[in-house]
């Protein structure tokens, strides 16, 4: 009977131990204010995610985010900021939101991130265009660390 309950505290601890080394990235969503602060803080750019409650792709992004690593990790490079296209619209506005999802990457200063003179925004979500959202995070993230890299 000891055996089996030795089995059984090795199976567990082994469960933790090789669990604890496979953590994604701690990614958190900010209003657009806090964000702004925390990018200028961090000098991380943003990534602004224009969204709504009753927004079925929106949802689906959401749902995508937890469930993939490859995701998470490539958004960690920015300081996510929700901006709700129906109660922030005028923000919303601002950025030439015109529907939901949308995502906007900007430099830390909130100014948009720029190439060939367009924002770099991608309009619209589902599970299929999640790499696509990816290779557009990193292709946006090499264009921010170019802009500091002439800066010095």
């Known amino acids: 009977m000891r055996s089996i ?75 996510i900021v929700e901006v709700d296209y129906v109660r922030e619209r005028e923000l919303a506005k601002k950025f030439g939101a015109t529907g939901t999802p949308e995502f906007h990457f900007l430099y830390p200063n909130g100014t948009p991130i720029m190439y060939e003179g367009k924002r770099v925004v991608m309009l619209g979500y589902s599970s299929e265009y999640r790499q696509d959202l990816i290779n557009l995070a990193n292709f946006a993230y090499q264009i921010y660390e170019r802009s500091k890299a002439q800066k010095t």
Not at 43 to 54: A, E, F, H, Q, R
């Open 5 to 79: 309950a030795a089995l059984i505290l090795i199976a567990v601890g082994a469960f933790f131990v090789l669990f604890s080394f496979q953590s994604s990235p701690s990614v958190e969503f900010y209003s657009y204010e806090e964000g702004l602060k925390i990018a200028a803080e961090k000098n991380k750019p943003i990534l602004l995610i224009v969204s709504s409650n009753t927004c079925v792709y929106c949802t689906i992004f959401k749902e995508d985010f937890e469930k993939y690593d490859d995701l998470r990790l490539a958004l960690s490079k920015f300081v």
